[in-house]
Structure formats: structure tokens, C-alpha cells
């Protein structure tokens, strides 16, 4: 079933079966919250523990929740205020009335998350591993219009580097937790496993060879929460979850909302002291980057009954341009033109994108108990990127065409959409959820201003260069229930099934974007010479990369908990999954928490984990014409089943194997301050790179040999390494109340990260005498030194009244990017840099809120690149920066909550 088609359906169904306005076996709870000594508190969460009811308040800080009869523990949170709980108890067609009245806090230990087991909801500071709670209102302070990088300004182990120029990757750039890979970190939404992006990053920048699920394709403005968990946990949830598992929790029954935002850049970009005369005193003042976001949110309760939640979000994002000028021989030796010729004519920097989605969350109680619920979205990217500047005198330039040089520039369209159906309830003693959820996500390369140097003058300056899609559904049924086994407490027991099914395709592109057209060099030194084959800057698929590939995986898991004594928490987790292309895995967790106290907690966890390789590694295709010495060679990006991939030494890939363990204590000894610390070490088996390069006349005449004539070499994925990752994160939480000035909100927070490469496979033996390893020395340092091994962060935030100031600094240790020289001297060593940020927000009557900020406020960029790596200084900035190089970044936001 085409994914459209399932969404429809869902939404369909969902409605029908909750069209039943009779709720005869449903009352209702309501109330409103406020703050101590003030006004309506909006946007709190309620909620019903135990159970997936809840709430976010309105604009008079209302709310209404419709439940089955019996008695319940209701709790209410928002970030800046202390936990708030009672209990009531629902009768059949009746409503019972209850008020909370919130304290500021500035702990957020109390916050009540559903990440980390699936027998019971608990707080932070219960938990048996590390968790973060983020909130809508935590995450719209950040300043940023990306998911991304919200996430990235609250949680110090995420890092969500700037990678530019770098094709695909400048449309959708991956993130990392805990310095781990982009794709070892699992994404949930609403609890059910998000799917990835069809795009699987080649280039060289942090998520090489992985696919990363695109956190950008998620609206800001429809999230509740976000929970992340710091810990492996494979054996509860399957594959990816090695580094831990973020879950984004949409919103539901909510305030209607509506957000606009503009802002630009205001920065002063200055050439490298290192670099030539000519432009090492360059300075300009530049405002682009601007940016238009705006989102709304709407949803109706039912009568209690129910919620339905829609959103929209559309953000233009401008392009950004920090290239410096190009001093480099632009025309033919002796042309006159060179004599003026040097200017700006790269751009290295963010893409042009423009985002639309939409997302809809349901949710309905039947008469019966049971709880109906759906969520879906859509949305689409179009996106600009530029690649390398070609020069006059370059043979890759058609000079009939461009006879001063051009830009090549990748336009993508990027469709994501999703969908999920499901319903949870009792049957006797078990709780039950049954759901199913699909998603597909297409990306589509269109070239422009470019040229196929073989077709000539007659060549095209625009292509189709093929669309990469995946496609995924997962079908869930996890059922939970207590049992007394003769414990002090009765064992809480979980357990359940998922069958997955995943599809990898390939579109090839026009054939103008790929083919040998047979027209030689037209011109210059090298006229007659054979030329770069395809689009430039992106051939397209050519027709032996097209192709599409599926497969599916079943799974069971055991999980079960018990407070063993009252202070005393241990849980178990085991699971098992058979795959349909490389065969079965097994896994499995420990993890404990001990009260030393009421409010001091140890805890600590062992796993064992895996990450099965995706369809993109086992299936990813490419074909481009590179050139050494002057020789045009294809090389291409190999299947590892492909017949020139074999003869190269590639093997079948087989799962990614981890050892997690960690440690770590959390307290809380008042409701004004709260302190966690967490230790990890991570051991990874067979972790899957990139190999490199495989090229050249040997590479070519062991191919002929094998009857492969007419390929240069190749590269494929393959499980290459070991790598061990050991560091510690620590957050701490204090607030103050200042009598008539306010209450101040202190938060600090510090990750450390190291990452090693344990071993390397050696180079197979058919390729023993080239100059290549199979995993060389620029890939390690991707791993080992490519992102920051520290992140410090640490915010003040003054609330009185209807004012707010926040002020954030947050500290990105350094970054290498090695060269290929092996003693260092063609590394890039960027240093540590502070990143200042600072808004004033203020709350008019009707919940208007008015925030100017500057996210960057003291114009710092990172480390210039050197010049001997760096095309003579034309790219100051490394796209590996984990807080990018555009500068001072100005905004204004206006917020309207009813």
C-alpha cells in the first residue's frame, strides 16, 4: 500500500471508530492551573499516570481529560515550575474538578517520561538510566527555527554539525549523541520508530556512509516534549539505539498557537592572517541568511471524549555565503581577463531551503475503554546548493557555454510522509497496544547551471539526476501487566512483537545527466581529451545503480521490573530479532536504580546492542569520473554484492555489535536545585564505514583479470572497525527566588566524549600493494577528533512578571580534521569557541509574547581552514563546525496562545 493511501486510510478509520459520541463508560476530569501568588499558567502538561490521557493547558491554563471510571494519580509539570500531583476518582458519566496551583522550581528531576520502559511511566529522577525531559517551552527559548539545533542548544552529548558543500548532505545534515554515528542513535515519535532519510551521506563530513533520520522534517511549533535517553537500549526497543533514543512527543490536546519569526544575519566576515596579501585584510559586512518561520497550532477536546491536534509549519531559509575570493588562475595563461579576475564566486554556507509540513495527532476514548489513536504528517524541502566554482580554464567547464567559469548548484525536493494507526486498552488483567505505522521519505536531485562536457556545445544546463526513496512500516503489539510472583511487589512485565518491512530504491536520472555524449574537449591545452563524464557537480544514477530493494525482520522482547525493596529498583530487558538478508541477532539489558536516600539515587546499566546495516549501505550506487593524473577514471560506489565490489575484497555486511556500560547518581535535595552525573563506555563490534578509494592502473588490471575490464576501482561499505566511546555527561539545575525581582533559573551543563578506533581490518590481500588501507587515516580522525570531544553549556534566565531575560554561553571544544599527509602537517586543528546567546521576551495581555534575541551575539566564528587544504584560502570555515560559521544571527519572534 502506497503510503498516501495508508495515511488516508488511518485517518479514516480513526475517525469512524471514534465517531461513537455515546461514552457511557467514560467521565471526565477537569480543572485549571495556576501559578502560586500569579495568574493562568499555559502550555503545563497533565498528566494521567500510568496511562497515554493527557493534557496541555490552555490559555486560561484549563484543561479537560476524558477517562474510564476508577481512581487515578494525576501530575502536572512545566519546566520552571515544581511537580505538581494528586489523585481523583471517575465515575461513569460524571466530572470531577481539580486545580493545581504550580511553584517556581528549577529542578527538572521531577518530570514524569515514558522513554525507558514500557511497564510504567517515571520521573527523571527514578529512572534506572539518564533521561532528558525537553520542553516546548525549553526548546522555542533556543532562539532556532531548526528541531535540530534546539536540541542541540538544551542537550549537551547532541552535536549537529554545518556541513556545506557537500551535495546531498547540505539538505539534510545528520546529528549525533554521545559522538557516536548518526544512524546509531534511534528516533521515536509518540513512541513508534521514525524512519530514516532516503539519503545516505558520501561526502566527507561527521555521518559519512550513514543515514540519519531527518529531525528538520519534524515542525517545532507541534512538539510537546522531547525525551532522550542516554543509554543503550537496543534490547527494548531493536536496532540503532546503541547511543541511546530520542522521542518526540507531539502535542495533543492543546492551547491554539501561533508563531511568526523572522531574523538574518548581521556579521562582519574577515580574511585569514595566514593567507596571501591580497586577501588576508579582507573584511566585509554581510546580512543575508534571512529567515521567515511561521507555525500554528489548533485542537479540539470532543467534549473530553477526546483531542484532535493539527499543525503547520513554513520556514524560508536563505542562503548564506562565507567564500572568500578566488585568487586562484581563472582563465588560460595569457587571457587579459585574468588580470581582474579574482572575486567571490564560490559559496560555502548554508542551502537555500523552503520547508511546508503538516502533522495531525488523534486520539479518542471509545465507550468501551478503549483508546483510539493516529498521527500523521507530510511535508516538503526544496533546497539550493552549490558545489566547487569551475574555472574558465577548467576542462570541466564548456567554455562555448560558460566562457567566464559557472557555479553548478543542486536543487533537491525532498517528500517525507507518514502515518500511524493504533488502539491500547485492558483485556483482563493485561494492558495491550496494537499499532502500525509506515513512512517514506523521497529525495529527488535536480542540477542546474550546469553542463555534460562530453555532450558539448549542444549539452543541457539543467538535469534530473534520479531520486533516492525509503520507504519503512513497522507493526507493533506490546502488551504489560503486574504479577505477583511472591515479591515484596508484584513484577511489572512487559512484552511484545514488531515486524519490520523497509524498501531502498534508486531512480536513475536522464540520461544526458550520466551519459558519454563522445564529444572530447573542445578547446585549450587538453583539446581533444577525453572529459568528465555526467551533470557536474552530480552525475546522475546511471541505469546499473537503479534499483530497488526490500526486506523485512520480525522481533520479540521480555521486559520486567521490580522494586525489590523500597529502595531497591532492578529491571531486565532481553529481545530477539530474525532478519530476511543477513539472519538473526539477539540482545540484552541490566539496569538498576538504588535509593540512597528519598532524593539521591545511583543507577547504572549494562546492555548489549546492535545496529543492522541499512538497506542504503548493502544497496547505495553511484557512478562518477574522477581524474588523476590527468586520466579519467570511473569510480564507482559498489554494492557489496557487485561483482567488482567482490573482486576488491568486499564481504555480505553483517550487524554493528555493542557493549554499553554506565553509571552514574542523580539528586534533588530541595526544589530549587538538582544535580545528575553519568559515566558511559560504549565497545562497537564491526562497525560499518565507508572504504576508501580503490583506483588507479593496478586497481584496473586486477579488474581486467577477473574479466571486469573497463572499471577504474570503487569503493563499498564495509564492516572495517572496532571503536570504544567512554565519557560523562553532568547537568545541574538551581533557581532562586528574588522576592519582587523574580525568580532566576540557573542551569550548567558538561559533556565529554572520546572516541577511539580499536582496530582496523587489514586491506584485503588483492589489494596488499596499494597505497590506499582499506580504512585510512582522514576517516579515523572523522571518528576519533571530528567532533568535539567537550560541550559546555550554561543559561540564566530572570522571569518577572510578564519580562524574561535569558542569557546562554555555551563552549564547543575543538575539532581536527586530518589531512592525508601522515604527520600532521595538512591537519585543520579548529580551537575551542564560546557561543553567546541572549533574548528578552514579554507576555502582553490575551497571551501575546514579543522576543528579540541574538543567537551568536559576539560574531564568533570557528578556526580558518589552512590554506595548503583549502583551494588557496577560498573556503575559510570547515563545514564540520558543530555550530556552523554564518555569525551573528538576529531575531524577532511574535507568539499569540488561546
Do not use: C
Request: cysteine-free.
Amino acid at each position: 500500500m502506497r503510503i498516501e493511501t495508508f495515511v488516508a486510510a488511518a485517518a479514516v478509520g480513526v475517525m469512524t471508530a471514534g465517531s461513537a459520541h455515546a461514552q457511557p463508560a467514560t467521565g471526565t476530569v477537569a480543572g485549571k492551573v495556576t501559578e502560586v501568588g500569579g495568574g493562568a499558567v499555559v502550555g503545563a502538561s497533565v498528566f494521567i499516570t500510568g496511562t497515554q490521557s493527557g493534557s496541555l493547558t490552555r490559555g486560561d491554563g484549563g484543561y479537560r481529560i476524558a477517562l474510564r471510571p476508577g481512581r487515578y494519580e494525576i501530575r502536572v509539570r512545566l519546566v520552571g515550575y515544581g511537580l505538581a500531583r494528586d489523585s481523583v476518582t471517575v465515575t461513569a458519566g460524571g466530572t470531577v474538578t481539580k486545580d493545581f496551583r504550580l511553584e517556581k522550581s528549577a529542578t527538572t528531576l521531577g518530570a514524569v517520561a515514558v522513554l525507558g520502559s514500557r511497564t510504567q511511566e517515571r520521573t527523571v529522577l527514578d529512572a534506572p538510566a539518564p533521561i532528558d525531559v525537553l520542553s516546548a517551552t525549553e526548546l522555542r527559548a533556543t532562539g532556532r527555527v531548526e528541531t535540530a539545533q534546539m536540541i542541540q542548544m538544551i542537550a549537551p552529548s547532541f552535536n549537529f554539525p554545518r556541513a556545506t558543500v557537500g551535495d546531498g548532505t547540505d539538505h539534510v545534515r545528520p546529528a549525533t549523541l554521545r559522538g557516536l554515528g548518526a544512524d546509531q542513535v534511534l528516533v521515536l515519535i509518540n513512541g513508534k520508530r521514525r524512519h530514516t532519510s532516503a539519503l545516505v551521506n558520501v561526502n566527507g563530513f561527521v555521518g559519512r556512509g550513514q543515514a540519519a533520520v531527518d529531525l528538520n522534517a519534524i515542525p517545532a511549533g507541534m512538539i510537546d516534549r522531547i525525551e532522550i535517553l542516554r543509554d543503550g537500549a537496543a534490547a527494548q526497543y531493536g536496532s540503532d539505539a546503541i547511543a541511546g533514543v530520542i522521542n518526540i512527543i507531539l502535542k495533543g490536546n492543546a492551547p491554539t498557537e501561533f508563531t511568526a519569526s523572522v531574523g538574518q544575519t548581521n556579521t562582519t566576515l574577515e580574511g585569514n592572517p595566514a593567507l596571501p596579501s591580497s586577501i588576508q585584510n579582507f573584511k566585509k559586512t554581510l546580512n543575508d541568511g534571512k529567515v521567515f518561520q511561521a507555525n500554528g497550532t489548533w485542537s479540539t477536546d470532543f467534549g473530553g471524549a477526546g483531542f484532535l491536534a493539527l499543525g503547520a509549519e513554513y520556514r524560508d531559509r536563505g542562503p548564506t555565503n562565507r567564500s572568500l575570493p578566488d585568487t586562484r588562475q581563472q582563465y588560460f595563461t595569457g587571457d587579459s581577463k585574468n588580470a581582474n579576475a579574482a572575486a567571490i564566486n564560490h559559496r560555502q554556507g548554508d542551502a537555500d531551503t523552503r520547508d511546508a509540513t503538516a502533522f495531525m495527532n488523534y486520539g479518542r476514548t471509545l465507550s468501551n475503554g478503549a483508546q483510539v489513536y493516529s498521527f500523521a504528517g507530510i511535508g516538503r524541502r526544496d533546497g539550493e546548493a552549490a558545489g566547487f566554482w569551475r574555472r574558465a580554464q577548467d576542462d570541466r567547464t564548456v567554455r562555448a557555454i560558460y566562457p567566464d567559469g559557472f557555479l553548478p548548484l543542486i536543487t533537491s525536493t525532498i517528500w517525507d510522509y507518514s502515518g500511524t494507526l493504533g488502539v491500547k486498552g485492558d483485556v483482563g488483567k493485561w494492558k495491550y497496544d496494537v499499532s502500525s505505522v509506515a513512512g517514506r521519505n523521497t529525495f529527488a536531485f535536480d542540477i542546474a547551471n550546469s553542463a555534460n562536457v562530453t555532450l558539448g556545445a549542444a549539452s543541457p544546463r539543467e538535469f534530473y539526476a534520479g531520486t533516492l526513496g525509503f520507504t519503512q512500516s513497522t507493526t507493533n503489539a506490546d502488551f504489560s501487566r503486574e504479577l505477583n510472583i511472591g515479591l515484596r511487589k508484584p513484577l511489572q512485565l512487559a512484552t511484545g512483537a514488531e515486524v519490520r518491512y523497509e524498501r531502498y530504491d534508486i531512480t536513475e536520472g536522464n540520461p544526458d545527466s550520466y551519459r558519454d555524449g563522445g564529444v572530447r574537449i573542445l578547446d585549450g591545452p587538453n583539446v581533444g581529451r577525453q572529459g568528465a563524464v555526467g551533470s557536474q557537480v552530480f552525475p546522475g544514477f546511471r541505469p546499473t545503480d537503479a534499483g530497488a530493494h526490500s526486506r523485512s525482520n520480525v522481533g520479540a522482547y521480555l521486559e520486567a521490573s521490580n522494586e525489590i525493596t523500597d529502595r531497591w529498583l532492578l529491571s531486565v530487558a532481553a529481545r530477539a530479532e530474525n532478519y530476511s538478508d543477513f539472519g538473526s541477532t539477539a540482545t540484552g539489558k541490566v539496569a538498576t536504580r538504588i535509593s540512597l536516600l528519598d532524593q539521591v539515587k545511583l543507577r547504572g546499566a549494562v546492555s548489549t546492542g546492535f545496529r543492522a546495516p541499512s538497506l542504503h549501505q548493502q544497496w547505495f550506487s553511484s557512478t562518477a569520473t574522477n581524474f588523476i593524473n590527468g586520466q579519467p577514471f570511473d569510480v564507482r560506489t559498489l554494492p557489496v554484492t557487485d561483482p567488482i565490489a567482490r573482486a576488491l575484497g568486499a564481504e555480505d555486511l553483517k550487524p554493528e555489535n555493542s557493549v554499553n556500560w554506565s553509571g552514574g547518581f542523580a539528586i534533588e535535595p530541595s526544589k530549587n536545585f538538582s544535580f545528575t552525573a553519568d559515566y558511559y563506555n560504549i565497545f562497537i563490534s564491526d562497525r560499518i564505514v565507508f572504504s576508501e578509494n580503490f583506483t588507479g592502473a593496478q586497481v584496473s588490471a586486477l579488474l581486467a583479470s577477473k574479466g571486469l575490464a573497463g572499471v577504474s576501482g570503487g569503493r563499498y561499505f564495509t564492516n572495517a572497525i572496532n571503536t570504544r566511546t567512554q565519557g560523562a555527561d553532568f547537568v545541574a539545575n538551581y533557581g532562586v527566588t528574588l522576592g519582587t525581582l523574580g525568580f532566576v533559573r540557573l542551569t550548567g551543563a558538561y559533556n565529554t566524549t572520546e572516541n577511539r578506533v580499536t582496530y582496523v581490518k587489514p586491506t584485503p590481500t588483492a589489494l596488499s600493494s596499494q597505497s590506499e588501507a582499506l580504512f585510512g587515516r582522514v576517516e579515523r580522525g572523522r571518528i576519533e577528533v571530528g567532533q568535539p570531544r567537550s560541550n559546555v553549556m550554561v543559561s540564566a534566565n530572570l522571569s518577572r512578571r510578564a519580562l524574561d531575560l535569558t542569557l546562554r554561553a555555551q563552549r564547543f571544544g575543538e575539532v581536527v580534521s586530518r589531512g592525508t599527509a601522515t604527520n600532521g602537517t595538512l591537519d585543520n586543528v579548529y580551537g575551542a569557541k564560546v557561543i553567546t546567546d541572549a533574548s528578552i521576551a514579554y507576555t502582553f495581555p490575551r497571551q501575546l509574547r514579543l522576543t528579540i534575541g541574538a543567537d551568536n551575539l559576539l560574531d564568533v566564528y570557528p578556526g580558518y581552514n589552512s590554506a595548503l587544504t583549502n583551494n588557496g584560502g577560498i573556503f575559510p570555515y570547515s563545514g564540520g563546525s558543530p555550530f556552523g560559521f554564518n555569525g551573528r544571527y538576529l531575531y524577532a519572534r511574535l507568539n499569540i496562545t488561546r
